[in-house]
C-alpha cells in the first residue's frame, strides 16, 4: 500500500462531537430533511487502526484519509461519494443560514411595526407608487 501522508491520532473535542453528531437521533420533525444530509457521515467513522494492521475499510473512510491517506482508498466511487457528501453538507448549512436570515428579517419587521404602532404610523396605506401593468 503506497501512503503519501500519516496524521498522528489525538483524541480530540472535537472528534468526538463530531462521532456524536453523526450517530444522535434526529427530531421527528426534521427527519427528513437532516437525514438525508446526515445519513452519509456515519460510515465515515469506520474503525480503521493502521497501527493493528486493520484492513481499509470498503467504504469512504475519515480515518483511512485523514490519519494514513492511503491511495489504494481514493477510487472513483469513494471520490463521488466525498463530493455528493460535501455538496449536500453545504446545501444544508446554507438552508439553516436562509432560515436564520429569513427568521432574524421577520423578527426584524415585527419589531419594527411594534415600533411604528408606537409613533401612530399607518402601514396598511397604499403604496406611492403605480406598479408596472
Not at 446554507?94 to 423578527?107: F, G, N, W, Y
Request: net charge negative; aromatic share 6%; hydrophobic share 40%.
Amino acid at each position: 500500500m503506497l501512503e503519501i501522508a500519516e496524521v498522528d491520532r489525538k483524541r480530540s473535542k472535537s472528534y468526538k462531537r463530531l462521532q456524536q453528531a453523526a450517530a444522535r437521533d434526529l427530531e421527528e420533525s426534521l427527519w427528513l430533511h437532516e437525514q438525508v444530509a446526515l445519513t452519509p457521515i456515519g460510515p465515515l467513522f469506520t474503525k480503521y487502526m493502521p497501527e493493528d494492521n486493520d484492513p481499509i475499510p470498503e467504504a469512504l473512510s475519515r480515518h483511512a484519509v485523514v490519519h494514513r491517506m492511503p491511495l489504494d482508498h481514493f477510487n472513483d466511487g469513494h471520490c463521488i461519494v466525498a463530493i455528493m457528501l460535501m455538496v449536500s453538507l453545504l446545501r444544508e448549512m446554507e438552508e439553516r443560514r436562509t432560515q436564520a436570515q429569513v427568521s432574524s428579517l421577520i423578527d426584524s419587521l415585527i419589531d419594527d411595526r411594534r415600533y411604528g404602532e408606537d409613533l401612530d404610523v399607518e402601514w396598511d396605506r397604499e403604496p406611492d407608487f403605480d406598479p408596472p401593468d
